[in-house]
């Protein structure tokens, strides 16, 4: 593999449940609405299962994902190709991980950041809308 070393753990708080950011990291229909500009693969197992695969883009770099470890409170990748390491993410009510560790020629810690503010600003979102539909009577 081409690229050097590198290593990114960050850790964000955000207005959400744990149920919430699960949905939101296991499901990949909800996971395809924020992780943009990646392209992932149609034919993605629904929820996350330990032994799935998939492989995601950005732009003509393909990575694939296989699911190591999938739990209520965690999902583990091992990644390989256009980054080979692993991708580990934990959360709880109110706060979400992530630990990125591996070799590749692609800014890791940027693409780290930037999902990050994309999952939150999602779950934001995602929040604001379950609110309002509430506080509208049925039809």
């Known amino acids: 593999m081409f690229g050097h070393y590198q290593k990114?753990?960050?850790?964000?708080?955000?207005?959400?449940?744990?149920?919430?950011?699960?949905?939101?990291?296991?499901?990949?229909?909800?996971?395809?609405?924020?992780l943009f500009p990646q392209r992932l693969e149609t034919d993605i197992p629904n929820p996350l299962k330990a032994g799935a695969t998939?492989?995601?883009w950005t732009g003509p770099i393909a990575?694939?994902?296989?699911?190591?470890?999938?739990?209520?409170?965690?999902?583990?990748?091992?990644?390989?190709?256009?980054?080979?390491?692993?991708?580990?993410?934990?959360?709880?009510?109110?706060?979400?991980?992530?630990?990125?560790?591996?070799?590749s020629l692609l800014p890791i810690a940027l693409g780290q950041t930037a999902t990050l503010i994309r999952l939150r600003y999602f779950l934001t979102r995602s929040a604001a809308g379950d609110s309002h539909s509430r506080g509208k009577p049925s039809p």
């Open 8 to 34: 990114s753990c960050l850790r964000i708080e955000l207005d959400a449940s744990q149920a919430a950011i699960a949905a939101s990291l296991q499901n990949p229909d909800q996971f395809r609405r924020w």
């Open 54 to 56: 998939f492989t995601a």
């Open 63 to 103: 990575i694939d994902h296989y699911v190591d470890l999938a739990t209520p409170q965690s999902l583990r990748l091992i990644l390989s190709r256009g980054i080979d390491g692993f991708h580990e993410w934990y959360w709880g009510d109110g706060w979400v991980q992530s630990r990125l560790e591996g070799v």
